[in-house]
């Protein structure tokens, strides 16, 4: 086991922690949280030996195993598959002495050695390699690859799978999903659930901790507190401790009823309902974390655009690409106010091309891109943070953006997002990722757009800053499109799932839950296996399933019409609701001599909250008869 006794870890003469005191038993899984710079990595080079403590005593087992990931690989010339292969030392180790000994002639030697690579896995271990680079993204040919031509993000995929590769008794994971696709995230959090040796794992992902850790190590006020379950279970626990802190608590309640406000502001309005509802699920969720994250440094919203055109943009089938090559085609989509746009699919199928394409960034090969003329794009990607001018502070990136601005406004919307004091006026050289991309994202926030492109936004970003976006795009009025390995986002961030897959892009059918079912699905060629293998599926059979799934589509229709109808009917009625609200508003209504019109509109007020009541009544009834029927049509599907 890991033992903790008194632990006290220093870095220069500040404290990171102090009377740390705790036990990991074998095969415990544990995420380890906490903000920026509390001792989270030291406390893994301390595990590692790289640092030793100033106060108490750590131990572990001398015979363990420990497998650690690298953040940083340098250039190499060699093939990824040999370079995952050397993560199994004693594989290679073995591999070493076995060439010396056949060199040397040693046959018993070389017999001992054949008989200990069997016992290890030895001859599989290509296969093994093979399988982790697959999961993780690389596509075939891509083994035989220099590390050194890859990128930086898939060279930390490399890292990750040479670390996977270790037959280790521990395993130290350092942000694994940093430069990862939600397919990839998938596949590292199945892995990993099979992990049969103990895991501690730095995170800012808390679905992935949900589904992975059985302990929360969290560091805070120079404490480590062991919380037993996984991250949600702490959070509960770490509210109820903060609730007792009634100031606090209160203050929490206030950003709710915030988030709650848009909800009761829109429920009730047809165009805004899903939106509106979507808004609710997440509320809902929300609430039960909220109080978790009330000390959190940061704190923000989307400021009010200008102006709201609707729609913002409509892609009428349009191909995109780059050069020649054409990576999407026939592209329909229309964003309008209000419209909250995931993206999935299988790495490399064009999400980051599509945002990109509506972004305004790619010229459309075919069809036609056309924004409203008040649009106004908020576009964050990766490429935006590595844009920041290095020698200027992040006051000085608002200053660029507004010069008219008194610095003190441009300081204090800073502090928001955590640039508090001398931060505000340093240079960003020196930034870390997730710094950088505060940055960015306040840079965004600052210009007001009403459509917000966001492809993987929470790179770098702790568990806190996290949490204040999805607290801020519940209140954005605007559009989105998000790409996010960020399940948590993507769920209370979005309400509508689109499938990018075969240069094609179309609505998701099924929720986030099914998604790796999907891509399970994919992997094993299911529909194509089960055409070949099954009578049911003979060309015959699939004309006629189609002619069949074409009816239940069109038996739809009337219940659209419905649906639609019931929303038009909603719309005109609270228009002339706001229209009777403004003619009461009035003073002179109620002199004696305007009596008469009073009570005409008094009466015409109570019929209208009739109609109102029952067209909501009538759109909820077709609403669900339509989910209903969609439910009976994807399953006869």
Same mark, same amino acid.
């Given at each position: 086991? %890991?033992?903790?006794?008194?632990?006290?870890?220093?870095?220069?003469?500040?404290?990171?922690?102090?009377?740390?005191?705790?036990?990991?038993?074998?095969?415990?899984?544990?995420?380890?949280?906490?903000?920026?710079?509390?001792?989270?990595?030291?406390?893994?080079?301390?595990?590692?030996?790289?640092?030793?403590?100033?106060?108490?005593?750590?131990? %572990?087992?001398?015979?363990?195993?420990?497998?650690?990931?690298?953040?940083?690989?340098?250039?190499?010339?060699?093939?990824?598959?040999?370079?995952?292969?050397?993560?199994?030392?004693?594989?290679?180790?073995?591999?070493?002495?076995?060439?010396?000994?056949?060199? $040397?002639?040693?046959?018993?030697?070389?017999?001992?050695?054949?008989?200990?690579?069997?016992?290890?896995?030895?001859?599989?271990?290509?296969?093994?390699?093979?399988?982790?680079?697959?999961?993780?993204?690389?596509?075939?040919?891509?083994?035989?690859?220099?590390?050194?031509?890859?990128?930086?993000?898939?060279?930390?995929?490399?890292?990750?799978?040479?670390?996977?590769?270790?037959?280790?008794?521990?395993?130290?994971?350092? /942000?694994?999903?940093?430069?990862?696709?939600? #397919?990839?995230?998938?596949?590292?959090?199945?892995? %990993?659930?099979?992990?049969?040796?103990?895991?501690?794992?730095?995170?800012?992902?808390? !679905?992935?901790?949900?589904?992975?850790?059985?302990?929360?190590?969290?560091?805070?006020?120079?404490?480590?507190?062991?919380?037993?379950?996984?991250?949600?279970?702490? !959070?509960? *626990?770490?509210? $109820?401790?903060?609730?007792?802190? *009634?100031? /606090?608590?209160?203050?929490? *309640?206030?950003?709710?009823?915030?988030?709650?406000?848009?909800?009761?502001?829109?429920? $009730?309005?047809?165009?805004?309902?899903?939106?509106?509802?979507?808004?609710?699920?997440?509320?809902?969720?929300? /609430?039960?974390?909220?109080?978790?994250?009330?000390?959190?440094?940061?704190?923000?919203?989307?400021?009010?655009?200008?102006?709201?055109?609707?729609?913002?943009? *409509?892609?009428?089938?349009?191909?995109?690409?780059?050069?020649?090559?054409?990576?999407?085609?026939?592209?329909?989509?229309?964003?309008?106010?209000?419209?909250?746009?995931?993206?999935?699919?299988?790495?490399?199928?064009?999400?980051?091309?599509?945002?990109?394409?509506?972004?305004?960034?790619?010229?459309?090969?075919?069809?036609?891109?056309?924004?409203?003329?008040?649009? =106004?794009?908020?576009?964050?990607?990766?490429?935006?943070?590595?844009?920041?001018?290095?020698?200027?502070?992040?006051?000085?990136?608002?200053?660029?953006?507004?010069?008219?601005?008194?610095?003190?406004?441009?300081?204090?919307?800073?502090?928001?997002?955590?640039?508090?004091?001398?931060?505000?006026?340093?240079?960003?050289?020196?930034?870390?990722?997730? !710094?950088?991309?505060?940055?960015?994202?306040?840079? =965004?926030?600052?210009?007001?757009?009403?459509?917000?492109?966001?492809?993987?936004?929470?790179?770098?970003?702790?568990?806190?800053?996290?949490?204040?976006?999805?607290?801020? =795009?519940? #209140?954005?009025?605007?559009?989105?499109?998000?790409?996010?390995?960020?399940?948590?986002?993507?769920?209370?961030?979005?309400?509508?799932?689109?499938?990018?897959?075969?240069?094609?892009?179309?609505?998701?059918?099924?929720?986030?839950?099914?998604?790796?079912?999907?891509?399970?699905?994919?992997?094993?060629?299911?529909?194509?296996?089960? /055409?070949?293998?099954?009578?049911?599926?003979?060309?015959?059979?699939?004309?006629?399933?189609?002619?069949?799934?074409?009816? =239940?589509?069109?038996?739809?229709?009337?219940?659209?019409?419905?649906?639609?109808?019931?929303?038009?009917?909603?719309?005109?009625?609270?228009?002339?609701?706001?229209?009777?609200?403004?003619?009461?508003?009035?003073?002179?209504?109620?002199?004696?001599?305007?009596?008469?019109?009073?009570?005409? %509109?008094?009466?015409?007020?109570?019929?209208?909250?009739?109609?109102?009541?029952?067209?909501?009544?009538?759109?909820?009834?077709?609403?669900?008869?339509?989910?209903?029927?969609?439910?009976?049509?994807?399953?006869?599907?």
């Amino acid at each position: 086991m %890991l033992h903790f006794d008194n632990i006290c870890l220093r870095r220069g003469p500040r404290v990171l922690f102090e009377g740390a005191s705790f036990q990991i038993h074998p095969g415990q899984k544990v995420g380890v949280t906490g903000a920026n710079g509390t001792g989270k990595s030291s406390l893994f080079a301390l595990i590692c030996g790289y640092l030793q403590a100033d106060e108490g005593e750590f131990s %572990l087992p001398s015979d363990w195993v420990i497998s650690h990931l690298a953040q940083e690989i340098p250039a190499d010339s060699r093939p990824a598959l040999e370079f995952v292969l050397d993560g199994d030392a004693e594989l290679r180790r073995i591999e070493r002495d076995l060439a010396l000994a056949e060199a $040397a002639g040693e046959g018993e030697k070389v017999g001992a050695l054949h008989g200990r690579l069997d016992a290890i896995g030895g001859y599989a271990a290509a296969s093994r390699a093979g399988q982790l680079l697959h999961g993780l993204g690389f596509a075939v040919g891509d083994e035989n690859r220099a590390v050194e031509e890859f990128s930086g993000g898939w060279r930390m995929r490399l890292n990750l799978a040479q670390t996977l590769m270790c037959r280790s008794d521990l395993l130290l994971l350092d /942000e694994p999903t940093n430069h990862l696709d939600l #397919d990839a995230v998938i596949w590292v959090e199945n892995w %990993l659930r099979e992990y049969p040796g103990t895991l501690l794992m730095i995170s800012h992902d808390r !679905e992935f901790l949900d589904s992975v850790v059985d302990r929360i190590a969290h560091i805070e006020h120079q404490k480590i507190g062991l919380y037993t379950g996984n991250y949600s279970a702490f !959070e509960r *626990q770490r509210a $109820a401790q903060l609730a007792n802190q *009634q100031a /606090e608590y209160n203050k929490q *309640q206030r950003e709710v009823a915030h988030i709650r406000s848009y909800v009761d502001r829109f429920r $009730a309005k047809a165009s805004k309902a899903r939106q509106a509802q979507s808004r609710l699920k997440a509320l809902e969720r929300m /609430e039960l974390i909220a109080p978790a994250h009330v000390d959190s440094p940061f704190h923000f919203s989307f400021r009010k655009a200008p102006k709201a055109p609707d729609p913002l943009l *409509q892609l009428d089938r349009c191909s995109t690409g780059y050069g020649e090559v054409t990576v999407l085609s026939g592209v329909n989509l229309v964003l309008g106010q209000g419209d909250r746009v995931g993206l999935l699919g299988p790495n490399g199928a064009g999400k980051s091309t599509l945002i990109k394409f509506i972004a305004g960034e790619l010229a459309a090969q075919a069809g036609e891109r056309r924004p409203a003329k008040d649009t =106004l794009v908020g576009y964050f990607a990766q490429h935006q943070v590595e844009q920041l001018v290095p020698t200027q502070s992040p006051l000085e990136h608002l200053q660029a953006l507004d010069a008219k601005a008194r610095e003190q406004e441009l300081r204090s919307f800073l502090g928001g997002f955590g640039f508090i004091g001398d931060q505000a006026l340093m240079p960003t050289s020196p930034f870390s990722g997730g !710094e950088k991309s505060r940055l960015v994202l306040a840079m =965004l926030v600052y210009q007001k757009p009403n459509l917000l492109l966001l492809d993987e936004p929470t790179n770098h970003l702790d568990l806190e800053m996290r949490q204040a976006l999805a607290n801020a =795009l519940q #209140d954005f009025e605007g559009a989105m499109v998000l790409v996010s390995h960020d399940r948590h986002l993507l769920r209370v961030g979005c309400d509508q799932l689109l499938l990018v897959h075969g240069g094609k892009v179309k609505e998701f059918d099924g929720s986030l839950d099914d998604y790796p079912q999907w891509l399970i699905d994919r992997e094993k060629g299911a529909d194509s296996a089960a /055409e070949k293998s099954d009578g049911e599926h003979t060309a015959a059979a699939r004309k006629e399933r189609k002619r069949l799934e074409a009816e =239940l589509r069109r038996s739809l229709d009337p219940l659209r019409k419905t649906v639609q109808q019931a929303e038009k009917t909603m719309d005109e009625l609270h228009t002339r609701q706001q229209s009777l609200q403004h003619e009461l508003a009035d003073p002179h209504i109620y002199e004696p001599g305007s009596k008469d019109r009073l009570l005409r %509109l008094l009466g015409e007020k109570a019929a209208l909250e009739k109609a109102c009541s029952e067209a909501e009544e009538q759109w909820m009834e077709a609403s669900e008869k339509l989910d209903l029927a969609r439910a009976g049509l994807e399953n006869a599907g």
